[in-house]
């Protein structure tokens, strides 16, 4: 039992993609608004909560294989997440834990904490900042707009873990983004499922922010988060013909030239097979008039190989695609089975070594691409946020690199004062595979 003297003491393990780390904040900032301490060990937490990851099966094995450590190390284990959408999955390998929820549910995780571990709030002690509890360091965080997602891709499970779309009016959205920014937040990493369908389900509907009004709509809300002047960066955002307008804000520098677009293929055959538009020449038009309109553009994707019916000249098709569209950066997936998802019943199942040939291929060409990409910018001045400074080097990103999963630059030589959060101009004098190296020109007055 608890001592009821002293507050409830929480562990907490965070697993799976930016939108879970949204989730943990959400429970992490209750948590503390509650009045409840944080634990960094197991041996000092009343109980343990775990927020797992279902996509893909290396992630459900990752997740159970973290409760089963909260449930040796602790015992008292509350798991929510993704994995906890996933049937009886986590109960089947673990009956003992305390509950299991699905995602987004703050409030669930809340009730079975308080029934486990009541609180001892003290409502003369604030302990939240404006900003709420964040995981990310404190000059960038996540803006969740919407969760679920109303496409029906074969291979993806999230629709039925998450729901349809269901969006956040653009009124409570950008209260958060105000208040992350007044917490010293410089970057805004705008997340969901589907950052371009954002608002559909509301109808688009137009909430007030102050005295204006904002339509639920992501080119209205980019605007407004662009007025916040911090740098404001779209993931997870499908080729939908509008769009094409997003880059206009880009070129007027409100957002952040870069967009995070997972094409998945580029082969007709094998996009109808996912259930995705199946237009890649139409794409390629389009990369071509975005990089008119906004020629800093920076492209990142995502896309899978070997899915299954995917023929050598499905695969030849990609990565011509990759050299056309010049797609700046890029992870690849070798295609696997997830339980659930649709895509398993499909025949014509591509052999382990010609998946891995295929992938060894894409990242080979996608390295040549990135490093020419990088090259052409040796000699140029950019600005750059500083992520970290260690002794005698500091570590930033430009506008064209995202955090944890894009490149970096490496600056040898900067001010003394140079301090994690700043945005200064560095002068770029080389390039690698995926990074920059540089020096700081001088600091930019007022970030
Ligand atoms: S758009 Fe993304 S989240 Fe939605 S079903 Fe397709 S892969 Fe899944």
Redo the contacts with the bound molecule.
Sequence with gaps: MSDLSRPGKIGFVSLGCAKATVDSERILTELRIQGYGMSAGYEDADLVIVNTCGFIDAAVEESLEAIGEALNENGKVVVTGCLGAKGDVVKQNFPNVLAVTGPQATEEVMQVVHAHLPPSHDPYIDLVPPGGLKLTPRHYAYLKISEG?????S?????SM?GDLVSRGSSEVLAEAEALVSAGVKELLVVS??TSAYGADLRYRSEFHGAAPVRSHIQDLSKALGALGVWVRLH?V?PYPHVDNLLHLMAEGLVLPYLDI?F?HASRTVLKA???PAHSEKVLERIHSWRQICPDLTIRSTFIVGFPGETDQDFERLLEFIHLAQIDRAGCFKYSDVEGARANELGGQVPEEIKQERYDRFMRTQLDVSSNRLLQKVGDTMDVIIDQINEDLAIGRTRGDAPEVDGIVEIDRFNEDLAAGDIVPVHINASSEYDLYGEQVQPMAGT
Excluded: A
């Design positions: 997602c109303n496409h029906r891709c291979f993806c499970i999230i629709p998450r499922q589907d997870y499908y997972p998945q996912m259930k995705r």
